[in-house]
């Protein structure tokens, strides 16, 4: 069936640094992948999006990195801020035609 | 803010009871899709109304029900609620509901169940 995992349910970085989060899915078919950003009270938000035919794309301070071999995803943010913080969510589209989330990271941003 | 609305914000409920959650899609959307975030979990699919009709299903039982009015805002029915029920519902709108398509999530509806 498919699932979507994350590989650490919670990430700290120094404000400033670069973060990494990222996402392990196991369904090959799937051919469309998001990343939302949950803050604490809100409805997930859309952060970028990337298809199956493509490895990377890049958005504001975002990029998302796709290795279709490993069935791996990646969100990466540069100089990452306090408006940061927040749970991440990959999200997968596949053959079930629904999208189906992993458990989400909990990106903490120190000063 | 994704133009997406919900109401209410949070709601008590006894086990037993229905609920009626209702949501607002996005000026031009014409699909809404249901979920289901239970406490520390990702959004897990309900079901999707495009158009008015049920238009996929996720793994819920029949007492979860929703319909999709001409304006294309939805509502979401539990019947018979259970303390697992105890969740954050979400709705999301998007375009056509097709494939590849982005979706925009509403604030949720947090649904306490005693």
């Known amino acids: 069936g498919e699932s979507v995992g994350l590989h650490l349910p919670t990430l700290s970085v120094q404000e400033g640094d670069n973060s990494i989060i990222n996402c392990a899915y196991s369904n090959s078919a799937s051919d469309y992948f998001i990343w939302y950003k949950q803050e604490s009270g809100k409805g997930p938000q859309f952060i970028i999006d990337?298809?199956?035919?493509?490895d990377k794309r890049q958005g504001q301070r975002v990029t998302v990195l796709l290795n279709k071999t490993v069935k791996h995803l990646s969100l990466q943010i540069a100089a990452t801020q306090p408006g940061d913080s927040a749970v991440y969510f990959c999200?997968?589209?596949?053959?079930?035609?629904?999208?189906?989330f992993g458990s989400g990271t909990q990106l903490t941003v120190l000063p | 803010e994704t133009g997406v609305t919900q109401s209410p914000t949070h709601l008590i409920k006894t086990r037993g009871q229905q609920v009626t959650l209702r949501c607002s899609s996005q000026?031009?959307?014409?699909?809404v899709s249901w979920y289901q975030q239970a406490l520390g979990q990702g959004p897990q699919f309900i079901f999707q109304?495009?158009?008015?009709?049920?238009?996929g299903r996720g793994n819920f039982p029949p007492r979860f029900s929703g319909l999709q009015f001409p304006n294309y805002s939805s509502e979401l029915n539990v019947n018979a609620l259970e303390l697992d029920d105890s969740a954050l519902y979400l709705c999301?709108?998007?375009?056509?509901?097709?494939?590849?398509?982005?979706?925009?999530f509403g604030p949720g509806t947090r649904l306490l169940v005693l």
């Open positions: 990337i298809r199956s035919n493509m």
């Open positions: 000026s031009g959307h014409n699909t």
């Open positions: 999200a997968e589209w596949g053959s079930a035609r629904q999208l189906t």
């Open positions: 109304y495009y158009r008015e009709e049920e238009n």
């Open positions: 999301a709108s998007s375009l056509t509901g097709g494939a590849q398509e982005t979706q925009y």
